[in-house]
């Protein structure tokens, strides 16, 4: 489905810096005058918010498949609700992780058969996608450093064979896909911003006569 806004979609592994990059990012743009909404996955509205509370409760035992039914329905809300609204007003959309989380979380970590994954992606998204995804790559030692201090929900308490697996993934089906870009995130914070910044200009996601501002 195309609309007249842009839809910017920031993956990869937990602690990679997406969220910071997003919020980067989306000051940059509102600063030039486009109207921007940030918002994430699973969440970005009520209820998907509440699903999402489900999912990453780590007292919660939940089954893969029922796991990628929750991610599926929240997507499905989140994108019914808040990005096609956003984007068929023109606006650009940053959505921290989309489709290709299940991809890789359920798909290379759980082995859930990526046939079914990418049917439910398509129904849950209305076949809306993202006009840029910027995949994150970092060390795993940054992922044990970053997390130190931090609470590990119920998807970070996974050890490092799946880490290693969903990993995999991201690197595997991000060379696959159309408009994606791997971006280095072991360097420091100001030197990726650079990169996205560049990656944004370098896919004429600004061009659109369309976009408000
Ligand atoms: P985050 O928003 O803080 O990154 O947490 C979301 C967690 O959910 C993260 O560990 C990745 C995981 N996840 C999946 O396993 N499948 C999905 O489809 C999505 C969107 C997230």
Not at 33 to 38: L, N, Q, R, S
Not at 125 to 131: A, C, G, R, S
């Amino acid at each position: 489905m195309k609309h007249q806004g842009k839809f910017i979609v920031f993956e990869g592994p937990d602690r990679c810096g997406k969220s910071t990059q997003a919020t980067i990012l989306g000051k940059y743009l509102t600063e030039l005058g486009y109207e921007v909404i940030t918002t994430r996955e699973p969440g970005g509205d009520k209820v998907a918010e509440d699903i999402r509370n489900i999912l990453l409760d780590p007292k919660n035992t939940v089954s893969p498949m029922a796991e990628l039914l929750l991610y599926e329905a929240s997507r499905a809300q989140h994108t019914e609700q808040v990005i096609i609204p956003a984007l068929r007003a023109g606006k650009i959309v940053i959505c921290e992780r989309y489709t290709m989380s299940s991809c890789a979380y359920q798909g290379y970590g759980r082995g859930i058969d990526m046939d079914v994954i990418n049917q439910l992606n398509d129904i849950a998204t209305y076949d809306t996608k993202p006009d840029l995804t910027l995949v994150f790559l970092m060390s795993d030692k940054y992922f044990t450093q970053r997390g130190e201090y931090l609470f590990s929900d119920r998807l970070e308490q996974e050890d490092e064979a799946f880490r290693h697996k969903m990993r995999r993934g991201y690197r595997e089906i991000a060379a696959k896909m159309s408009n994606t870009v791997i971006i280095d995130a072991d360097r420091p914070v100001a030197d990726i911003e650079k990169t996205v910044i560049e990656e944004i200009k370098r896919h004429n996601i600004l061009e659109g006569e369309s976009l408000s501002r």
